[in-house]
């Protein structure tokens, strides 16, 4: 079952409208009900305060295997945490996501043809940021910088920020976030 099939099915049992939720969650109409049908994707802060306004946990709507831990994650065994559509894909760097402290990602951010309007959020927490290819443009605040292989930041996520690829490249990045939106608070002190 997918993510949007899993809101829909919570939001109806608690008798909750498209129209109520997308008023709470600051989420169009149209969007929450492409979302619900699975034709579009939904960025991780996005999903976790539909998961907030919904009374469930984040790690409700993804599904961790059951294997004993393993201290190596092998390239192709990445669990795939979110993927936009045109625009990048995140992948969990770590076994039980859901019982970590911070969580560790490997994004890699595609080209676009035009430079792209970048909408600037805020949100609990911190991250660490480590260009691994191509040049990732970073706004913070009302700056913008250029971030080359090798460069990296750390900052307070609550200040205005993102990010984007104004390049013709893929763009690979390694982040470091705390909290861990998948453990529910469980490291939280």
Known sequence: MNIGHKIKELRNSKNITLKKL??????????????????????????ENLATIL????????????????????????PVLSMEDGGFISYGLCQNLENR??????????????????????????????VLEGILTLYID????????????????????????NTNKVVKLLTVNSPNYFSGGKNDK
Request: hydrophobic share 35%; glycine share 6%; aromatic share 14%.
């Open 22 to 47: 997308s008023e709470e969650s600051g989420l169009s109409v149209g969007f929450l009900s492409q979302l619900e049908r699975g034709l579009t994707s939904i960025a991780v802060d996005s999903l």
């Open 101 to 130: 402290a911070f969580l560790p990602k490997l994004i890699e951010i595609f080209p676009h043809k035009t430079e792209e309007q970048v909408a600037l959020y805020k949100h609990s927490g911190e991250e660490f940021i480590f």
């Open 55 to 78: 009374g469930v946990n984040l790690s409700y709507f993804f599904h961790f295997d059951e294997k004993p831990e393993r201290i190596v994650i092998k390239s192709y065994e990445r």
């Open 142 to 165: 009302n700056n913008m910088y250029d971030l080359y292989p090798g460069d990296s930041i750390s900052l307070d996520s609550t200040r205005i920020h993102n990010w984007c690829n």
